[in-house]
T-cell receptor, first 114, second 118 residues
Framework: SQQGEEDPQALSIQEGENATMNCSYK?????LQWYRQNSGRGLVHLIL?????REKHSGRLRVTLDTSKKSSSLLITASRAADTASYFCATGAYSGAGSYQLTFGKGTKLSVIP | KAGVTQTPRYLIKTRGQQVTLSCSPI?????VSWYQQTPGQGLQFLFEYFSETQRNKGNFPGRFSGRQFSNSRSEMNVSTLELGDSALYLCASSLDVQGALRQNTEAFFGQGTRLTVV
């Protein structure tokens, strides 16, 4: 089952603008990861934020995590046409058996117009 | 270092047939998970294997099964295929860590196998 929702479901921006995507979840987590998917291909790992972190940066990406609100956001600065893709957040948690499982949101479809 | 490799990339099968998909994890990764992606249900967890043992299973019927070999390579099998099994099947590998290191667990995905059931 889906952990939560991503918002917005679709986002269209001009090249050079910033894109912000939000993700909410329901249960406790070990970490949260963001992935990119181009046209139904595999998932590309973008960034991981641990449950005890509030913010993390990687290049043009900035991720925040608010565990009290059970929400995260992904900011892509100075967007490029090549950033056009679907973006998914996935909460990671360990089960009692020691198994690590990701639970995904429905994703945000980002279109960057040149 | 090579990434996660899934074979085949594309498959077309007929209803009622069975199919086997393969996944080779990143070298050194012993945990392999499988996910199904469909337009309607999104990305859903199928099962996770570690050290040739299934440690966790999602909410899928028994027609979906898997196994892991001693070299950590994994296969998943779907028997008696239905039209609704058409999906992108993704495999992810990760390091199995303990304690506080678990917060750093990253899962890396392959390119997926696109299964079409006709």
């Amino acid at each position: 089952s889906q952990q939560g929702e991503e918002d917005p479901q679709a986002l269209s921006i001009q090249e050079g603008e910033n894109a912000t995507m939000n993700c909410s979840y329901k249960t406790s987590i070990n970490n949260l990861q963001w992935y990119r998917q181009n046209s139904g291909r595999g998932l590309v790992h973008l960034i991981l934020i641990r449950s005890n972190e509030r913010e993390k940066h990687s290049g043009r990406l900035r991720v925040t995590l608010d565990t009290s609100k059970k929400s995260s956001s992904l900011l892509i600065t100075a967007s490029r046409a090549a950033d056009t893709a679907s973006y998914f957040c996935a909460t990671g948690a360990y089960s009692g058996a020691g198994s690590y499982q990701l639970t995904f949101g429905k994703g945000t479809k980002l279109s960057v117009i040149p | 270092k090579a990434g996660v490799t899934q074979t085949p990339r594309y498959l077309i099968k007929t209803r009622g047939q069975q199919v086997t998909l393969s996944c080779s994890p990143i070298s050194g990764h012993r945990s392999v998970s499988w996910y199904q992606q469909t337009p309607g249900q999104g990305l859903q967890f199928l099962f996770e294997y570690f050290s040739e043992t299934q440690r966790n299973k999602g909410n899928f019927p028994g027609r979906f099964s898997g196994r892991q070999f001693s070299n950590s390579r994994s296969e998943m099998n779907v028997s008696t295929l239905e039209l609704g099994d058409s999906a992108l099947y993704l495999c992810a590998s990760s390091l199995d860590v303990q304690g506080a290191l678990r917060q750093n667990t990253e899962a890396f995905f392959g390119q997926g196998t696109r299964l079409t059931v006709v």
